[in-house]
């Protein structure tokens, strides 16, 4: 805890709370409008400093991804679990049992959730081989008058014939059969998850328990109270809009998940509820994600139905309600929240992708939103903020930003 000496007045709030929106704002402006006054000392760092240290800073995050994976998203969740923390510390509840509770709880849905998907699951990855290669057979059925299979054939039976005054040499074709999972390399890799969910979970029980601790530590160093509100505003900023964001995610994926299990229940496909929750796991990779999902769809209904183009129009009935989710729920309900454009988003998926792999696709997002924050409490960085969805106008300047359905030049 603070010490007396630092410690606010008794009718202002705690050091580990952070202040009000309308708070933030003001603080923010007030800061902006000193730094604007202030004269530059003729002293800059060289862009070539600035260069390497995010080269190596890069270099780290991608080397060192085993220690940096689990401690993003623990500090993500966090940021997203801590106001529910708080609101279990005012019904009565200590600060570590309300984590042991909401921790307990998550495991607990996910174990549901995990022993209700067991059996589906491993049938239709027993099945996986077997289903690729009839979807196979009946592509190139589909695909046979189009073809030139015949002429192709034809050519292949000349080009292997046995040359003239050579004695033929009997050859042996032998065909294994396809495996898709190797149920030693399963049982490894399912080790590994079970201890990366761990320690995530690990992680964050320390985190919800003395994550505020260390805050208040943090502000207790800081040289005087204009500082520690900067620092409090911005973290409140990104509590908010993380929360937000992964809040509202989730509770859409959830009703696209429920939207799925209906479709695929009224088209006849085996297992409804599998590719419910497989929906809702994709959709929290943007853009890519139902595309994949499509894929699985497509695959594993023509492995059950005879008919090709049965099969196509269950996966077209897949993406057209992923695709009504993506182009009308979603813009709807995160317009104001993400802020953030397409571009920057598949931009950010890659990038976080390429470091960190399917974790890093996963925390592209959140990783943005917390990024955007960051960089808007500097003002080197605030065009970088602008950029990746700040508001152009900081709060008490005066400003005209590029409407969005004006031109940004027009045509001599």
Known sequence: ??????????????????????????????????????????????????????????????????????????????????????????????????????????????????????????????????????????????????????????????????????????????????????????????????????????????MLCGGDDVLNRVLTVMPDEKKRSEVLAAIGDIQDNVGRYLGQITMINIGLGVAITIVMWLVGMPTPYLWGVMATLLNFVPYIGPIGGTLIVFVAAGSVFDSFWRALMIAAAFWLTTAVEGQFVTPTILGKTLKVGSLVVLVAVAFWGFMWGLP???????????????????????????VLGEDPCRPGQECEPVKEDEPIAKAV
């Open 360 to 386: 890093g696709i996963l925390l592209s997002v959140p990783l943005l939103i917390v990024m955007r924050e960051v960089c808007s409490c500097f003002d080197a960085t605030y065009p970088l903020a602008v």
């Open 1 to 206: 805890m603070m010490s007396p000496a630092n410690s606010p007045p008794a009718n202002s709030p705690p050091a580990n709370s952070p202040p009000s929106r309308l708070d933030r704002y003001e603080i923010r402006s007030s800061r902006n409008l000193v730094s604007a006054n202030q004269q530059s000392d003729g002293r800059a760092t060289s862009p070539w400093i600035i260069c390497i240290a995010i080269i190596l800073l890069l270099g780290l995050l991608y080397v060192a991804s085993s220690l940096w994976i689990p401690l993003a998203i623990a500090l993500i969740a966090y940021l997203t679990l801590r106001p529910v923390v708080a609101k279990l510390c005012h019904l009565g509840l200590g600060q570590t049992p309300a984590a042991a509770v909401i921790i307990i709880g998550l495991f607990s849905i996910i174990a549901v959730i995990a022993t209700v998907l067991y059996s589906p699951l491993q049938t239709w990855l027993a099945e996986a081989p077997e289903s690729v290669l009839r979807l196979r057979q009946k592509v190139t059925q589909v695909a046979e008058p189009l073809t030139t299979v015949d002429r192709a054939g034809d050519q292949l039976d000349r080009a292997t014939a046995p040359v003239s005054g050579l004695p033929a040499r009997n050859m042996t074709v032998a065909v294994e059969k396809p495996s898709l999972i190797n149920p030693s390399y399963l049982i490894n890799q399912t080790g590994h998850l079970l201890a990366f969910i761990g320690a995530i979970g690990v992680l964050t029980f320390f």
